[in-house]
């Protein structure tokens, strides 16, 4: 990955985070590495765990942010959740996937869209 790209990805996940704070969220961990792949940013929102990908674009040459959490980003998503949820031992605890779409190009427009997909255990 170019070093704009990683910038544009950095600062997209700062706004992403300020935003989600202002919206209730407490944010618990920040790039969770895990052996599938990683999750931009974990938090809590009224007493769910939400595991978000954030997706920042600078036009819409290739469509919404948004589209491009593609089922198998889906897919390494839920796995590295399920690995993060064993880990600290939160099976109890509810959750759900949500997507941060930041475009740029229209005046640095945020949307965050809640329960962007679920948990098909039937996949993995």
Not at 95 to 114: G, K, Q
């Amino acid at each position: 990955m170019g070093r704009e790209k990683k910038l544009l990805g950095k600062a997209g996940e700062d706004r992403a985070a300020r935003f989600l704070a202002k919206q209730g969220y407490r944010i618990l961990e920040r790039n969770y590495n895990a052996r599938y792949g990683e999750i931009d940013l974990i938090a809590l929102d009224r007493g769910e765990l939400v595991f978000v990908e954030v997706k920042t674009r600078t036009n819409d040459a290739y469509g919404a942010p948004e589209l491009a959490v593609t089922p198998q980003k889906q897919q390494r998503m839920v796995k590295a959740a399920l690995g993060y949820i064993k880990y600290k031992n939160l099976h109890q605890v509810p959750c759900r996937f949500d997507v941060v779409a930041i475009s740029t190009a229209s005046e640095s427009e945020v949307e965050l869209i809640r329960n962007a997909f679920e948990m098909d255990r039937t996949r993995m």
